[in-house]
């Protein structure tokens, strides 16, 4: 069974979008997050977190200045909307 879900979250206040890349399983989940400029140019790609091979992102949210996703993993990442880099990690379990 093939989920669907939602594969671009526009930027507010911004011509750029995110583009979440589906896991090739077909079970609703995203393997990166890529922040693109309109001419398609990729401003930064996140990784689930390190040390699991399989690890994915189950949920993508954004909230002010920051994009929350959670992986599988069972951690809530906190990445910073303009340079994407991580801000806040915190382990959910």
Not at 59 to 67: D, H, I, T
Not at 81 to 89: V, Y
Request: aromatic fraction near 6%.
């Amino acid at each position: 069974m093939m989920l669907s879900m939602l594969t671009i979250m526009p930027v507010p206040d911004s011509d750029d979008i995110l583009d979440l890349e589906p896991t090739k399983d077909g079970l609703g989940y995203v393997a990166s997050i890529t922040r693109r400029r309109k001419d398609g140019s990729v401003m930064w790609t996140a990784l689930p977190p390190g040390g699991v091979q399989h690890d994915v992102w189950t949920a993508v949210r954004l909230e002010g200045p920051s994009v929350i996703p959670n992986s599988w993993s069972c951690y809530l990442i906190r990445l910073d909307l303009e340079t994407g880099g991580e801000t806040a990690r915190t382990f959910t379990k």
